[in-house]
C-alpha cells in the first residue's frame, strides 16, 4: 500500500521531547480542521476540542520522539551528545541524524572507533554512547559553533516507506501514529460529549504533557493511543511478547508490570466487549516494560478512568520502525466504539 501523506509528513517532521514546535504545528493545523477551538498550552501540547455536553473525554498521543541533544564540542569539530529517551546504545553507531540549528538542519553520522583499530579488549566491550560523536564535517570547534549551539536537538534521519507484505516503515513511528489517529478520531467521532484531542509533549522523558493536560482538563474518562511492542521477531518468544503485526489494536490491561497503569476492570471490559460486538480485530497486551501517558492521566486529580489503544510495532525507539496501517485503523474505529460509549455510560 501507499502510505497517506499526513501520516508521512508526521513521521518525518523533527519532535524531540522539548522540541517537538514543528509536530505541534502540523497537530494543530489538522485538528482546526475538525474542532470548535485548538490551542498550545503553556507545556506545549495541542489541545482540541469537539463536540457539547456535561461529560468530557480526554484522548491523548504524544508527539515527541527519542533522539539526541549536542553537549559539548570537540576542538577537532566532533558534536558530543547525550540522549533523550530510551536509546539502546547498540542502534547508534552509523546511523545518519539532522541536528536542527538556529540556521536549519544540520546533516551527520554517529561515528565511532573503528572496529579494525580496537585492542581485542575493547572488542569485547559493548559500544557507549559517552564513546560516540556526531560528524557532521567540520574541522574546529570554532567552525562547528557558527552553526551549531549546546542545547540543539538531533533526530534520526527522516524516513517513511513500504515493505514486502503491505509493511509500513519509519522514523518516530512511536507515537506519530497515534499523532495520525488522533486526528482521524477527530474527523469522525459525532457524541453528546466533549472530546478533548491532546497531543502531548515529553512523554519519552517522564510522561509530563500529559500530567498538566488531565490536570487542566480534568475528563471524566481518557484513552491513551500509542504503539507497543509487536513481538512477532526472531528471539522474541511469545510469553515476552504475543503480540502480531496484522493482529489488531493492542488492549492494554496493564503496563510495567504495574508501575504503569492498572487498567481498571470497567475500562477493560468495555474496550474488549466494543471490540467483540463491533468485529474490530484486537489482541491484548500486558506489558512488563514500558509506560504510556495512561500512567499520569489515571491518576491526576481524585483518578480518571482510563484506557490504552495501541498500534503493535516492530523496532520502537530505533531509527526506523515497523508497523502495518489495517492495525492502524483498527485502533481508530476501536476508540471510536469506545467513546460512544462512554458518552453513554
Known amino acids: 500500500m501507499i502510505m497517506d501523506t499526513l501520516l508521512k509528513n508526521l513521521i518525518n517532521a523533527s519532535g524531540v521531547s522539548g522540541a517537538e514546535h514543528e509536530v505541534a504545528a502540523l497537530m494543530k493545523a489538522e485538528l482546526a480542521k475538525y474542532c470548535s477551538r485548538v490551542e498550545i498550552d503553556a507545556m506545549g501540547n495541542v489541545i482540541g476540542v469537539k463536540g457539547a455536553g456535561a461529560k468530557k473525554i480526554m484522548l491523548a498521543a504524544h508527539m515527541d520522539e527519542v533522539g539526541l541533544l549536542v553537549k559539548h564540542v570537540t576542538a577537532e569539530g566532533f558534536l558530543k551528545f547525550i540522549k533523550i529517551g530510551g536509546i539502546d546504545d547498540r542502534v547508534l553507531a552509523g546511523q545518519r541524524v539532522v541536528v536542527k540549528t538556529k540556521s536549519g538542519d544540520l546533516n551527520g553520522v554517529i561515528g565511532i572507533k573503528p572496529p579494525h583499530l580496537m585492542k581485542e579488549e575493547e572488542k569485547k566491550q559493548p559500544f557507549k554512547y559517552e564513546d560516540m560523536f556526531i560528524d557532521a564535517g567540520f574541522s574546529s570547534r570554532d567552525e562547528a559553533l557558527k552553526k551549531v549551539s549546546l542545547g540543539d536537538s538531533g533526530v534520526f534521519e527522516p524516513n517513511a516507506g ?20 488522533l486526528i482521524k478520531i477527530m474527523e469522525r467521532v459525532k457524541v453528546n460529549a466533549q472530546v478533548f484531542a491532546v497531543a502531548t509533549v515529553q512523554e519519552e522523558v517522564g510522561l509530563k504533557g500529559a500530567r498538566t493536560a488531565a490536570f487542566k482538563i480534568n475528563p471524566d474518562y481518557a484513552i491513551a493511543i500509542d504503539t507497543t511492542l509487536a513481538g512477532d521477531t526472531p528471539q522474541i518468544k511469545e510469553t515476552e511478547s504475543s503480540l502480531k503485526l496484522g493482529g489488531g489494536a493492542a488492549i492494554t490491561i496493564m503496563e510495567a508490570a504495574g508501575r504503569g497503569i492498572i487498567v481498571s476492570e470497567k475500562m477493560r471490559e468495555i474496550c474488549l466487549e466494543e471490540a467483540r460486538k463491533n468485529n474490530i480485530k484486537h489482541q491484548v497486551d500486558i506489558l512488563e516494560g514500558g509506560m504510556t501517558d495512561a500512567a499520569m492521566i489515571y491518576i491526576n486529580r481524585e483518578g480518571i478512568p482510563t484506557a490504552v489503544l495501541s498500534v503493535p510495532a516492530r523496532y520502537i525507539h530505533a531509527p526506523t520502525g515497523v508497523f502495518n496501517f489495517d492495525d492502524v485503523n483498527a485502533t481508530i474505529e476501536l476508540t471510536i466504539k469506545v467513546i460512544e460509549r462512554l458518552a453513554k455510560e
Open 162 to 181: 513500504e515493505l514486502a507484505g503491505g509493511l509500513l516503515f519509519g522514523k518516530a513511528v512511536d507515537d506519530r501514529i497515534g499523532c495520525y489517529a
